[in-house]
C-alpha cells in the first residue's frame, strides 16, 4: 500500500517570507498524482497544488509551488511571499493513475504564519 | 453551482448506536468518497461510490456502509459505534468519469463523537 509522511508536524513562518513544507511518499508505481491541500480552521479542505508524476516540470500556482524529485519520491511545498491566510493544516496527498479511486495522505503539516 | 455540503455538523452518540451521516455532491458530481479524519491525522479513505455503486474501499470493518442516490447525494452509515469511530467524516465528490486526476471537492464535515 501506499504510505505518505509528513516528517514536520509544525512549522512557522513570518508574515512575507518563504517556508517549505516536506513530504516524502512511497510507491511501487510509477504513474501517479501528487496534491497538498489546505484545512483552515473551518475545516473545508481546498486543493493547493497537484502534479503528474510523468511531468518533470514541478507544478507552480501563484505564490505556490512544489519541488517533485521522483527518484526520491519526495514531494515538497513551497510557499512564497506567505500571507497570513496561509495558516492552516497542509496535506500531502498521492492517487494511483490505474487505481484512482482514493487519495493517500500524510499526517499534516501545522503551519502558523506570524505577523 | 453549489459546493459539497453534509449534514449535522455535529453529532453526540453513545456506543453500540447507529449513526447516519449525510453528503450532497457538487452540482454534475457522480463520484462521492467518504473519510475519516481522527484527531491530528490525515483523512483515512472508507469508501467511494460511482453511479450509486461502491467503486472501492478501504480497511474498515463492514459495519461502516454507504449509499449513493440517483441524484448522487449520499450517506454514510456505522453501527455498533465504539468509542474510537470520534472523528471528523468527510465527504469529498468529484467530476463524472474516473479519471485519477480529477479533483476531489470536500464539504467542511461532520464531527461526530462517541461516548
Known amino acids: 500500500a501506499q504510505t505518505v509522511t509528513q516528517s514536520q508536524p509544525e512549522m512557522s513562518v513570518q508574515e512575507a517570507e518563504t517556508v517549505t513544507l516536506s513530504c516524502t511518499y512511497d510507491t511501487s508505481e510509477s504513474d501517479y498524482y501528487l496534491f497538498w491541500y489546505k484545512q483552515p480552521p473551518s475545516r473545508q479542505m481546498i486543493l493547493v497544488i497537484r502534479?503528474?508524476?510523468?511531468?518533470?516540470q514541478n507544478a507552480t500556482e501563484n505564490r505556490f509551488s512544489v519541488n517533485f524529485q521522483k527518484a526520491a519520491k519526495s514531494f515538497s511545498l513551497k510557499i512564497s511571499d506567505s500571507q497570513l491566510g496561509d495558516a492552516a493544516m497542509y496535506f500531502c496527498a498521492y492517487r494511483s493513475r490505474n487505481t484512482g479511486n482514493q487519495f493517500y495522505f500524510g499526517t499534516g503539516t501545522s503551519l502558523t504564519v506570524i505577523p | 453551482e453549489t459546493g459539497v455540503t453534509q449534514s449535522p455538523t455535529h453529532l453526540i452518540k453513545t456506543r453500540g448506536q447507529q449513526v447516519t451521516l449525510r453528503c450532497s455532491s457538487q452540482?454534475?458530481?457522480?463520484?462521492v468518497s467518504w473519510y475519516q479524519q481522527a484527531l491530528g491525522q490525515g483523512p483515512q479513505f472508507i469508501f467511494q461510490y460511482y453511479r450509486e455503486e461502491e467503486n472501492g474501499r478501504g480497511n474498515f470493518p463492514p459495519r461502516f456502509s454507504g449509499l449513493q442516490f440517483p441524484n448522487y447525494s449520499s450517506e454514510l452509515n456505522v453501527n455498533a459505534l465504539e468509542l474510537d469511530d470520534s472523528a471528523l467524516y468527510l465527504c469529498a465528490s468529484s467530476l463524472p468519469g474516473l479519471a485519477a486526476y480529477n479533483e476531489q471537492f470536500f464539504g467542511p464535515g461532520t464531527r461526530l463523537t462517541v461516548l
Open positions: 452540482s454534475g458530481h457522480n463520484t
Open positions: 502534479q503528474e508524476a510523468y511531468k518533470q
